[in-house]
């Protein structure tokens, strides 16, 4: 049986397929029609708009050791929405053997070069490594900035490690340690800041007469109060070969080189010595007793750094930047004793 349409709802039908064939070429949005029964799709019946897949963006590929096919690979991970995953694959030459998610941050938008700075946790507290790229991506409270660089953790085995910082007004960071352990990726470490004024950085030392390397963690909190002095913790982690695993190191205390500002009787004399020369922003107010070389029960304006060198730049810019700044240099053990 054939059906005859009345000729008004032939040309009816005609002007809607007019209008649709003109609203789709001038509109720019790309559409697709639903086929089959779209109600069984989750779908309306009609057009929807499809949405754009981002493919996978490299940001850099590190070598898990220095003679095989192994590598790490830091990227942003393929994806449709408007987040997408920072990712670590494992690879063999093409071959993914591994992948896992960093899962504190998102990406939003295109990935840019940046260079790292004193935020970024990258390196010395006094020096951040300027040489590392630094991949930043999103805007404002959205920007997340990520670098990975390789650790030696025995001669023949490298880590990847990563640091991102998030946010915009109240930054924050985040570091991890990746290995590959028998074509198998891990992830064997990671360190989070906490709420408030906190920060952080990760420095690579390195370790022994084999080349291998060790991690120190810097880690602080600065109060906002006149009566607290603040805090700072130095960790040093190194890779156990026989185990495995990364391990503190215990129970020695870290040496450091300390930049000193002069010492205070109270918390409060030294914040008001600091807050009236804007040439010591970046020190702390720390209890002396962290330091082997100094007497307890006092409180110092302190910055502290792994490497001499740049601890003493740190103290001519200081009197450079202040001319009557009693400032000294001292190597210490830092950290909190028994006893003391």
């Known amino acids: 049986m054939s059906l005859i ?11 809607l397929l007019l209008f649709l064939a003109s609203t789709i070429s001038t509109s720019g949005v790309a559409v697709a029609l639903v086929k089959g029964n779209p109600r069984e799709n989750g779908h309306q019946p009609g057009l929807v708009t499809q949405k754009p897949s981002r493919s996978r963006v490299t940001l850099g590929t590190f070598k898990v050791d220095s003679k095989g096919d192994l590598s790490y690979e830091l990227s942003i991970a393929p994806c449709a929405d408007k987040e ?4 670590v694959r494992l690879l063999e030459g093409t071959k993914v053997l591994a992948s896992l998610d960093l899962d504190w941050a998102k990406a939003r938008g295109p990935a840019r070069k940046e260079k790292v700075d004193e935020s970024s946790g990258v390196g010395d507290p006094l020096q951040p490594e300027s040489q590392q790229t630094a991949w930043s991506t999103g805007e404002e409270k959205e920007n997340v900035s990520t670098v990975g660089r390789t650790i030696r953790l025995t001669p023949e085995l490298n880590g990847l490690l990563i640091d991102q910082r998030a946010g915009f007004d109240h930054l924050k960071r985040h570091h991890y340690l990746f290995v ?3 074509k198998k990726l891990g992830r064997v470490w990671e360190q989070e800041e906490g709420a408030g004024p906190t920060w952080s950085t990760v ?3 390195n370790s022994g007469r084999d080349g291998s390397e060790r991690i120190l963690y810097f880690s602080g909190f600065r109060y906002p109060s006149d009566d607290q002095p603040d805090r700072l913790d130095v960790s040093v982690y190194r890779w156990n070969h026989l185990k495995n695993e990364l391990q503190l190191k215990a129970p020695e205390l ?10 205070y009787p109270t918390v409060t004399k030294a914040r008001e010595v600091q807050e009236s020369n804007a040439c ?3 020190f702390w107010v720390l209890k002396s007793d962290v330091f082997s070389e100094l007497s307890a029960g006092k409180f110092v304006l302190a910055a502290v750094s792994y490497k001499g060198p740049i601890a003493a730049r740190k103290s001519e810019s200081v009197m450079s930047c202040d001319p009557h700044s009693v400032v000294s240099v001292m190597r ?3 950290g909190r004793t028994e006893g003391k």
């Open 203 to 205: 420095e690579i030392a």
């Open 5 to 15: 349409f009345p000729p008004q709802t032939l040309r009816s039908r005609r002007c």
């Open 280 to 282: 010591l922003g970046a």
């Open 84 to 87: 997408c995953s920072f990712q």
């Open 254 to 263: 870290p040496s450091v080189f300390a930049v000193i500002a002069g010492t």
């Open 180 to 182: 590959a352990l028998e």
């Open 332 to 334: 210490s053990s830092y």
